[in-house]
């Protein structure tokens, strides 16, 4: 048998002998006791990382994983934190969860730690959308929110994400420090577990409309919309949380032809029909797609189960559905927008927009074709709230958007909103219906304008901790032996976003990066093609982004132009996997 650190031993038996329910208990001692000591090593190896978004992990007994003790304890950690940022005030913390498994206990948990603490907490009645508790922060002048959720990670998976003031998640200074203050939180004992309800206010559904009627406020072609109210549109909440607000929000903006998928409908944790619940999998759709069909749907809808992130699919002129990626719809929207605020005479100059550095540039090519300023920032929809917060009252925000299916229209929410860019991107496709353009007609357009970009990407997973070390291994040789050729093309640029250099191989030059330093690598090919690798941050798992681009001098050319770009894709894919 492999020899066991010892540490993980001590770090179980002290779980074993705390303050902590039997049944827990009972699971402790059957890890400590089973052959195979795998999963208790990856139980106990180290303390469920409470990173720059909070909590996210496997659920589970052990300091490595997500249950009421770790969650407690991080919260403990973020309300000494806010004692200590507010002093003397009265501190209010907005609480929602979505559909997963042990949602409600640990969104129970969160709240009595909080009012234990003598922090007032505005608890959602019910599970409510990512985007909402944003908004309520705001709306409700909270100084802080936690939403439990996992994202669209697989069932076994549950998550923990902090919200400053302004709605968005935790950033600098204030993400480290809470960082900080969690890691002081060293036993259950540390925690204040006494609750204290008169501290507990609901929100109640009413809320629904005072959210509806600022989403309702983004629709820039009322008189489209209703000459296309008829359309049918397909959703799928895919079991998660936004089953009442997406077509909710379709209505607002007049849409009334709306087919919800019954089978995906009701909340449910275990996701049984689908096998990750993620909109960015086109196996989740496999239902919408069917109904969309049986309908003659000119849209099919999908969400995450905590509704921040959506999935669109148009009908692709041969009887099917193409499903976009999130590159074309962020384009799409971008393009939308701007060409509808310079319809509108809005454009004075001072507006600008925000995407990710692994995002599309075709996205930064539309901008700069609109006179539009584009920031670009790290990957994390809170990077994109930081902007905003910071230029709020100097500059305008139009919209925003990351690759991963994220995007935000207007700013009365502070992190991607999948309700509100559904109804967008619903108003988009009814809008170019009524000049007689489908969606394939628009990108095309877009394409002629600013360029033919293509996207795509790989994830490789790797599990426990010899998979988190196989990772930073990999980054470590990207660094120490940077690749002067990929699939036969010269590397002609370095971006190492950790160390903050620009290497340009051409000129032999070196440069610093002006951005906050993260886990990122990025390679620049001489054809204009750009691949970015970057270790996930709530998994252990690597990312590979891949854009290529050329010109596409006219409609006619579309294909061949097309098919050129999916064989460099396809060879760049080949030359990492």
């Known amino acids: 048998m492999t020899a066991i650190d010892p540490n993980i031993i001590a770090k179980a038996q002290s779980w074993l002998n705390g303050n902590i329910d039997q049944k827990s ?25 409470f990173g720059t978004g909070g909590l996210r992990g496997i659920m589970g007994v052990g300091s490595n994983r997500m249950n009421v003790y770790t969650v407690a304890m991080a919260t403990q950690g ?19 969860h979505d559909c997963r498994i042990n949602n409600t206990l640990f969104a129970d948990t969160t709240a009595n730690v909080f009012t234990a603490n003598g922090i007032k907490v505005k608890y959602f009645r019910e599970l409510r959308p990512t985007p909402m508790l944003s908004f309520a922060i705001r709306y409700f002048g909270c100084q ?29 200074p204030h993400d480290n420090n809470i960082i900080a203050e969690v890691q002081k939180i060293t036993s259950m004992d540390d925690v204040k577990w006494e609750k204290n309800d008169a501290l507990i206010e609901y929100i109640e559904s009413d ?3 005072i959210y509806l009627n600022e989403v309702k406020k983004l629709s820039l072609s009322p008189l489209e919309n209703g000459l296309q109210k008829e359309m049918p549109i397909v959703f799928s909440p895919i079991h998660g949380a936004s089953g009442k607000m997406v077509p909710a929000a379709l209505k607002t903006f007049g849409f009334q032809n709306i087919h919800v998928v019954k089978e995906q409908a009701e909340p449910n944790g275990n996701f049984p029909t689908v096998i990750y619940p993620n909109p960015e999998e086109a196996e989740a759709l496999t239902m919408a797609l069917e109904l969309g069909k049986k309908v003659n749907a000119q849209l099919v809808l999908a969400c995450d189960p905590d509704g921040d992130r959506y999935a669109a699919c148009v009908p692709d002129g041969k009887g099917g559905f193409e499903l976009l990626n999130g590159n074309q719809t962020g384009s799409l929207l971008t393009y939308y927008l701007l060409s509808k605020w310079k319809e509108q005479g809005r454009l004075t100059g001072n507006e600008f927009m925000v995407n990710t550095i692994v995002t599309t540039e075709l996205i930064d090519e539309i901008c700069k074709g609109f006179g539009v300023t584009c920031f670009s920032v790290l990957t994390g929809f809170k ?14 925000y139009i919209g925003g958007g990351e690759e991963s299916y994220g995007y935000l229209v207007g700013d009365f929410v502070r992190d991607k909103d999948g309700v509100s860019a559904c109804a967008m991107v619903a108003e988009i496709v009814a809008y170019y219906r009524t000049k007689g353009m489908s969606i394939q007609d628009v990108l095309a357009e877009i394409y002629m304008n600013f360029g033919f970009y293509k ?5 490789v997973t790797k599990k426990g901790k010899d998979g988190a070390e196989q990772i930073q291994k990999l980054m470590a040789d990207f660094r120490k032996n940077r690749p002067t050729e990929m699939n036969g093309l010269k590397v002609v640029k370095i971006v190492d976003v950790k160390e903050s250099k620009v290497y340009d191989i051409a000129k032999g030059t070196e440069s610093v990066l002006k951005m906050d330093k993260s886990n990122v690598i990025q390679f620049y090919l001489e054809d204009g093609s750009k691949i970015s690798a970057r270790p ?9 982004y891949f854009s290529v681009n050329e010109l596409l001098p ?23 996997q």
Request: glycine fraction near 6%; proline fraction near 3%; charged fraction near 30%.
């Open 25 to 49: 208990k009972q699971e402790i001692q059957a890890l400590l006791d089973a052959p195979d000591k795998t999963e208790l090593i990856d139980s106990f190896y180290r303390d469920l990382e």
């Open 144 to 172: 802080s929110g936690v939403m439990v959720t996992a994202s669209h990670n697989p069932k076994e998976y549950n998550g923990y994400k902090a919200y400053w003031n302004d709605g968005g998640q935790v950033v600098a």
């Open 536 to 544: 996930s941050g709530t998994e252990p798992k690597i990312k590979y």
């Open 455 to 459: 996207e795509s990407l790989i994830s």
């Open 383 to 396: 990077n994109i709230a930081e902007v905003i917060r910071n230029l709020e009252g100097k500059k305008q």
């Open 78 to 96: 973020l309300a000494n934190y806010l004692l200590e940022s507010f002093p003397n005030q009265e501190i209010k913390v907005a609480i929602t």
């Open 207 to 209: 809320f629904d409309q």
């Open 554 to 576: 006219n409609r006619a050319a579309y294909d061949a132009v097309s098919a050129s770009l999916d064989k460099k894709l396809e060879g760049l894919k080949k030359y990492f």
